[in-house]
């Protein structure tokens, strides 16, 4: 069926390592992405976006790629700091009404000192 | 910023309780959710609202029903509360700007069902 997916539940990294956090999605109609984290006992917390019509966004110590072609999304953290210890979730929006979200499982990244 | 505020962190109910959920948002959004999460299962929608009076089923409306009588409040209702219901509940709000936006999230709040 079509969904949402990540490739690694957890992901440990060392502090000031860079971090890659992968997702694929099936649905060939999505066109919006979203990366949330979140931290234990907190709700999710936008981190970036980007729309099908990029396939590069970059934000202060994030970047996410979007590859249509393999419907692979990806986001990375440069050097990686104790505070993104988190899960992250990928989310895609398929077209539908009502701006309708579609979450990943998440991973959990925890940052090694 | 936007806030959205749910009106318990922590919850424990007897099964057959009736439960209400509040959730509050102060950004003036169109659109309201409520999901659930469990370990390894992600978010899962329980249902949506575009608009006052308005409400949509999502993936998960078995069990619960929602009310949202004003703009800026989405009430989350467990009619008869089940021990499956034990979960973590979210609430999010997002503006109706051409239907590509961002989902803003509540802190959460943890029900537990005995």
């Known amino acids: 069926g079509e969904s949402v997916g990540l490739h690694l539940p957890t992901l440990s990294v060392q502090e000031g390592d860079n971090s890659i956090i992968n997702c694929a999605y099936s649905n060939s109609a999505s066109d919006y992405f979203i990366w949330y984290k979140q931290e234990s006992g907190k709700g999710p917390q936008f981190i970036i976006d980007?729309?099908?019509?990029?396939d590069k966004r970059q934000g202060q110590r994030v970047t996410v790629l979007l590859n249509k072609t393999v419907k692979h999304l990806s986001l990375q953290i440069a050097a990686t700091q104790p505070g993104d210890s988190a899960v992250y979730f990928c989310?895609?929006?398929?077209?539908?009404?009502?701006?309708?979200?579609?979450f990943g499982g998440g991973t959990r990244v925890l940052v090694k000192p | 910023d936007v806030k959205v505020t749910q009106s318990s962190r922590y919850l424990v109910k007897r099964t057959g309780e009736k439960v209400f959920l509040e959730c509050v948002q102060d950004m003036d959004h169109e659109n309201m959710f409520w999901y659930r999460q469990d370990p390894g299962l992600g978010l899962r929608l329980i249902y949506f609202?575009?608009?006052?009076?308005?409400?949509e089923k999502g993936d998960i409306p078995e069990g619960y029903s929602v009310s949202r009588e004003k703009k800026e409040r989405f009430s989350l209702i467990l009619e008869s509360a089940s021990t499956n219901q034990t979960s973590m509940y979210l609430c999010?709000?997002?503006?109706?700007?051409?239907?590509?936006?961002?989902?803003?999230f509540g802190p959460g709040t943890r029900l537990l069902v005995l």
């Open positions: 609202s575009y608009d006052v009076k308005m409400k």
């Open positions: 989310a895609e929006n398929r077209g539908a009404a009502g701006n309708k979200l579609t």
């Open positions: 999010a709000s997002s503006p109706h700007e051409g239907g590509k936006e961002t989902q803003y």
């Open positions: 980007i729309r099908s019509n990029m």
